[in-house]
């Protein structure tokens, strides 16, 4: 899947995805049970939204951000690949950014 308008939606639907955005603002959803998804070409004002995933569905958190992605992993065996490190983190009730290759709650 390819975002190429001014803003695009995407969400994996079970098993292995890839989301690709496009120019504007993109959404992107990861649902607890989705499977291992990558998402590609997000910008610092793309939203990714890990719909119904609280903090204590990742392993290990702050170990997931390296210089060029975001590798989050979950309790239920499924992963997320963020490459690069741009972009708003939907969590719960929380947004978070990373800043300095670590996370930083979004005010």
Same mark, same amino acid.
């Given at each position: 899947m390819a975002g190429t308008g001014d803003s695009s939606l995407w969400g994996g639907n079970g098993g292995n995805d890839l989301l /690709? +955005?496009? $120019?504007?603002? #993109? =959404?992107?959803?990861? #649902?607890y049970g989705n499977g291992d998804d990558t998402i590609q070409g &997000?910008?610092? #004002?793309?939203?990714i939204d890990l719909t119904n995933i609280g903090?204590?569905?990742? &392993?290990d958190a702050? =170990? $997931?951000? =390296?210089?060029?992605r975001v590798e989050l992993k979950f309790t239920d065996g499924g992963s997320l690949? /963020?490459?690069g490190t741009n972009g708003t983190y939907l969590v719960g009730l929380e947004s978070y &950014? /990373?800043?300095? +290759?670590?996370? =930083?709650?979004?005010a």
């Open positions: /690709v +955005g496009g $120019a504007g603002l #993109n =959404s992107f959803f990861y #649902n &997000v910008d610092e #004002n793309d939203i903090l204590d569905d990742i &392993v702050d =170990s $997931a951000i =390296s210089s060029d690949t /963020v490459e &950014v /990373v800043e300095d +290759g670590k996370w =930083s709650k979004k």
